[in-house]
C-alpha cells in the first residue's frame, strides 16, 4: 500500500519568511496529492491540491510542485503570518474521491 | 460548502464498554464515507473504508469485531467501539465523499476518553 514520508517534524521559520515542507509517496499509481492545515482539536482543511498531470500549482502565498518521477511534492509558503503557525500534514491518494494516506505531520511555528 | 457532522464531539466512557460515534452528511448524499484515528501528536491513520448498503472495508491492523461500522443510509455512517479500553482513547474523524462527485468533506471529529 501507500506509504507517504514527511520532512521536517518540526520548522520555525521567522515572521515573513519561507517554510518548505517535502514529502515522498511510494505508490506510483497515486495521482492526487493535497495537503491539509490542522489547528489543535479541530478537523484537517484543506489548503491546496495538486494533480498529477500538473507539475506546480499556486495559490496566493501556498505553492506545491510534484516531481512524479522521484515521487517528490512539497508545500512552500512565502510571507509567513502568525496565523500560518499550525499541523501540516501532506497526503497521497489514487483520485479526490478515494482514501488519503498521510504524512506524518510538520508543526509550523511562525516567530513574531 | 458540503457540511459534514459527528456526534458526540466528545465522550467519556468507562473501560469495557460501548461507544457509538455518528457521522452526518447534512446537506448532500455520501456513497462513501472513510473513518480515521488520530492519536496526540501524530497523523491521520485510516481505519476503514465505509460503503452505503455494504460491509466496511477494513485497513491492515484494525480490528474489524472491535471498531464496527455500519452505513444504513446515505448520509449516516456509525463507528461503534466495543469493550473500549484506554488506549482506545484518540480522536476519531470521519469524512465524505459527494456521491457522483471528487471532494472529500471532514468531520469535526470525536475525542474519545476511555478511563
Known amino acids: 500500500g501507500e506509504n507517504v514520508e514527511q520532512h521536517p517534524s518540526t520548522l520555525s521559520v521567522q515572521e515573513g519568511d519561507s517554510a518548505v515542507i517535502k514529502c515522498t509517496y511510494s505508490?506510483?499509481?497515486?495521482?492526487?496529492f493535497p495537503w491539509y492545515k490542522q489547528e489543535l482539536g479541530k478537523r484537517p482543511q484543506l489548503i491546496i491540491d495538486?494533480?498529477?498531470?500538473?507539475g506546480e500549482k499556486k495559490d496566493q502565498r501556498i505553492a506545491v510542485t510534484l516531481n512524479k518521477t522521484a515521487k517528490h511534492f512539497s508545500l512552500h509558503i512565502t510571507e509567513t503570518q502568525p496565523e500560518d503557525s499550525a499541523v501540516y500534514f501532506c497526503?497521497?491518494?489514487?483520485?479526490?474521491?478515494?482514501?488519503?494516506?498521510f504524512g506524518s505531520g510538520t508543526r509550523l511555528s511562525i516567530r513574531p | 460548502g458540503a457540511v459534514v457532522s459527528q456526534h458526540p464531539s466528545w465522550v467519556i466512557c468507562k473501560s469495557g464498554t460501548s461507544v457509538k460515534i455518528e457521522c452526518r452528511s447534512l446537506?448532500?448524499?455520501?456513497?462513501?464515507m472513510f473513518w480515521y484515528r488520530q492519536f496526540p501528536k501524530q497523523s491521520l491513520m485510516l481505519m476503514a473504508t465505509?460503503?452505503?448498503?455494504?460491509?466496511?472495508?477494513?485497513e491492515q491492523g484494525v480490528e474489524k469485531d472491535k471498531f464496527l461500522i455500519n452505513h444504513a443510509s446515505l448520509t449516516l455512517s456509525t463507528l461503534t467501539v466495543t469493550s473500549a479500553h484506554p488506549e482506545d482513547s484518540s480522536f476519531y474523524i470521519c469524512?465524505?465523499?459527494?456521491?457522483?462527485?471528487?471532494?472529500?468533506?471532514f468531520g469535526p471529529g470525536t475525542r474519545l476518553t476511555v478511563t
Open positions: 446537506d448532500f448524499q455520501a456513497t462513501t
Open positions: 495538486i494533480r498529477s498531470n500538473v
Open positions: 469524512s465524505a465523499i459527494l456521491a457522483g462527485g471528487e471532494e472529500q468533506y
Open positions: 497526503a497521497a491518494s489514487y483520485s479526490s474521491a478515494s482514501k488519503i494516506i
Open positions: 505508490d506510483s499509481a497515486s495521482n492526487y
Open positions: 465505509s460503503n452505503e448498503g455494504s460491509k466496511a472495508t477494513y
